[in-house]
């Protein structure tokens, strides 16, 4: 069984950039979520996607956006990075109905 | 709103039993723990659902009060690999949780 991955691991960004992160869900999950952590907090919600399609969102500006593809792997995309998006993103991968999520071993972003 | 966890760190030695709390505001359907290791991902432990069903590690109990909105992570003869911050994510509906996580206990075990 193939464990949730995401790339890249690092990344460095230039504040009013744009960046994409991608993350491929474990083998048999069809719904992946996005979470920021900012250092030393836990995970914040910053949307769901099921059968390619948003399945609910968190207290994010449109500037964060996503997709999902056939396969359900997932990227997300951040617009007009400020600072403040510097954080480590993770993506966890569930089954509909499940309820438990795994979560890929994150991409840390850095905006200067 | 986020839910609270306690104690914010605890250090024990190995071998001694520990609990963590997690306490909602809110009407939860779940309650999701997590364990973190610094720089890793956080690795699932267990799930609690509203109505008694449990599902996850053989060696950590939890327990969940639904009329409380109130869960406890139950770690016993703690081992050193049990170091690390622990984390509960509670859900409002079952099966396409939207998890809001807590304030994190850390939890360090000593020889």
């Known amino acids: 069984e193939t464990g949730v991955t995401q790339s890249p691991t690092h990344l460095i960004k230039t504040r009013g950039q744009q960046v994409t992160l991608r993350c491929s869900s474990q083998?048999?999950?069809?719904?992946v979520s996005w979470y920021q952590q900012a250092l030393g907090q836990g995970p914040q919600f910053i949307f769901q996607?099921?059968?390619?399609?948003?399945?609910g969102r968190g207290n994010f500006p449109p500037r964060f956006s996503g997709l999902q593809f056939p396969n359900y792997s997932s990227e997300l995309n951040v617009n007009a990075l400020e600072l403040d998006d510097s954080a480590l993103y993770l993506c966890?991968?569930?089954?509909?109905?499940?309820?438990?999520?795994?979560f890929g071993p994150g991409t840390r972003l850095t905006v200067t | 709103q986020q839910p609270v966890q306690s104690p914010q760190a605890v250090i024990l030695r190995e071998g001694e039993d520990a609990v963590i709390n997690c306490s909602s505001s809110?009407?939860?359907?779940?309650v999701h723990w997590y364990r973190q290791k610094h720089g890793e991902a956080p690795v699932f432990l267990m799930i609690?659902?509203?109505?008694?069903e449990q599902k996850g590690h053989e060696k950590i109990s939890a327990s969940f009060n639904e009329k409380k909105q109130q869960s406890s992570l139950y770690l016993t003869a703690s081992q050193l690999s049990y170091s690390g911050t622990y984390f509960c994510?509670?859900?409002?509906?079952?099966?396409?949780?939207?998890?809001?996580f807590g304030t994190g206990t850390r939890l360090t075990i000593i020889p």
């Open positions: 609690l659902l509203k109505g008694g």
């Open positions: 994510g509670t859900g409002a509906n079952f099966g396409n949780e939207k998890l809001t």
């Open positions: 966890a991968s569930s089954s509909m109905g499940r309820g438990e999520q795994y």
């Open positions: 996607y099921y059968r390619e399609e948003e399945n």
């Open positions: 809110k009407a939860l359907y779940s």
């Open positions: 083998s048999g999950h069809n719904t």
